[in-house]
């Protein structure tokens, strides 16, 4: 007994123990950096200045500009309409993929090329958008050779929408991955059963199949929420500087050094993406399906 | 047979160069029970996804309540299936699984009139008062049951069950043996039911279906199929037999045994000489011969709480089981490695032979 109540305490410590490497990673590379933005975002900005001294300056200049609220929203409308894109796009694949074909190695072989794009670097596949959608571009090349248009279509490249067509390629796979994930999870017997009784296949996949795949959609959607909430290199490279997003802000304060606007705009962004996460989280009770 | 609610006509199916059902026909009358028994890939679960219509068979006819089904989707056949694994829907509760058919199926019920039924059915398995709960949050005799409640829910003709009990514990087998017999008694519906356990088949079905590499080799009730399997293969799933090889010839057995008189011999295309497990006695190594004599050494014993079964060894390898019910007295007691011939009444054999008498 007494040797049973020594050995709690010991199990304990080496618990502990086990936690600290990442306890002291997190510490340093995550907290520590955040309330730095949080404590910088309220610092005095001059020209070519920065002093501790605080300040709601730059909160107070953030909110009240046309041009940082009008990328808020941008960013905002951006991420929902490639978000439903990458849903669009993603939930057929994935159901495809993890549920339609019947052999594990062929979808296996499909979702590896779902993931090739990404042996090649960000930025090429990114730049690789313009001689597709540019005036000149393949698209319209195809479009004009085959008759259907006369004149070229200017709104395929350096627009909001290709920022959109950029992203919805480039993030669609992370919407793929988890869904087809749990899509194969699901016992084919299940919807044997409910074939079994009488259900059509509207049915199925209304009641069986998509409240079962809804873990993989929420994983999906926070894999492509996060990322898109914080792009900056699509919209630099497809928009012409047209599209602003709070990532090019970012960018740009940073480049001009301005780092207490910069540190304004982490703190936003930072804050919209927990609220987008938290919320994802109360659909589906992640803990409860992995 | 009067009125059979179900009939096959050599339904055959092919898997590549693998025919896992070869032309089988077989008549299924109102309100019966009956199993399949069969080893695995005897083509038993084969056969009850073709019935119920999982499977297209390549050739032959599948027809129920006199129409042809044979092409008839699965949710048109109004036949039940009982998922080995269940296949409960996870994310529903159990009045809601019970429920899934009657709302929807292909004529969707009103709310109040599916929820009515789906009470009276889990009542029905035993269920009553676990209707909201989680389908993981109950065990698994209970999902058991609501498997059973939900496809009962659609009061279909004819049940088929692909060993469902498989999952369960020895003792929860037994009770829902019992229950699934009852329960089928109270609705008047036929159970097709397909098992690999030899006990389960003999005690559950009216009719016991043997099959063996997709063909039905033995069908007949309970007793008929014990006390006369059609052929060595059938003596051999039964599990109740012991076999042994030789040679019949002219009304005589000649075996490891010796040379024994056989009064009658099933056609077979081989010579198999079968005596139960609780047909056989053993005499001292000493003791004068007369009649079948298999010199055998004694291997090990097992309790089984109502018989005890006993291991030998004959000279070539092979193991021959010995039932002794306690019921006839206290057993002998034998010892390890120590020879003693086993023996048996010739008139109780059942001797299968190229040459039927």
Known sequence: ?290 | MEAAVFRLEGVTKRYGDLVTLDNVSLDVGVNEYVSFLGPSGSGKTTLLRVIAGFETPDSGRVFFEGRDITYLPAHERGIGFVFQNFALFPHLTVIKNVGFGLTHGKTPLAAAEVDRRAREMIAMVGLAGMEDRGVDQISGGQRQRVALARTLAMEPKLVLLDEPLGALDANLRGRMRNELRAIRERLGVTFLHVTGSENEALAMGDRVVVLDRGRIIQSGTADQVYDTPASPDVAHYLNRFNLFEGVLSAGHFTGAFGTVRVPSARGSDRDIYAVRYDRMRVRSALAPADGPALPATFVASEYLGSSIMNFFETGDGQVVELEHHLSLGAPDTYEARKDYILTWDPDQAIVFGREAL
Not at chain 1, 259 to 266: D, E, F, L, Q
């Open chain 1, 1 to 290: 007994m007494s040797d049973m109540t020594a050995s709690v305490p010991r199990k304990d410590n080496s618990t502990r123990l086990l936690l600290l490497p990442g306890v002291i990673w997190m510490m340093l590379f995550l907290i520590t950096p955040i309330l730095m933005i949080v404590y910088v975002s309220f610092w005095t900005q001059t020209t070519f200045n920065i002093s501790p001294d605080p300040t709601l300056a730059s909160w107070k200049q953030f909110f009240s500009s046309d041009t940082y609220i009008g990328s808020l929203w941008t960013t905002m409308r951006i991420w929902l309409i490639v978000l439903a894109m990458t849903f669009i796009v993603g939930y057929p694949t994935a159901l495809f993929v993890g549920l339609l074909v019947k052999s594990k190695t062929l979808s296996t072989i499909l979702l590896v090329i779902c993931v090739i794009p990404f042996w090649t670097s960000f930025l090429i596949r990114v730049l690789a958008w313009r001689p597709m959608l540019g005036k000149e571009g393949a698209i319209n090349i195809l479009l004009l050779k085959a008759g259907i248009i006369q004149q070229p279509i200017e709104v395929l490249l350096f627009t909001e929408l290709s920022v959109i067509i950029g992203m919805t390629q480039i993030y669609c796979v992370f919407m793929v991955g988890p869904i087809a994930f749990m899509l194969a999870r699901i016992d084919r017997n299940i919807i044997e059963a409910a074939r079994d009784l009488g259900a059509g296949f509207g049915r199925i996949f209304w009641k069986i199949i998509f409240p079962l795949s809804m873990p993989g959609v929420v994983v999906g959607a926070i894999f492509v929420s996060v990322m898109v909430l914080g792009e900056f290199a699509t919209s630099g490279a497809l928009s012409g500087r047209k599209v602003n997003l709070l990532g090019n802000i970012i960018v740009t304060q940073v480049g001009s050094l301005k780092w207490a606007m910069a540190s304004v705009v982490g703190v936003i962004l930072t804050v919209v993406m927990g609220v987008v996460i938290a919320g994802f989280l109360r659909i589906v009770d992640l803990k409860r399906e992995l």
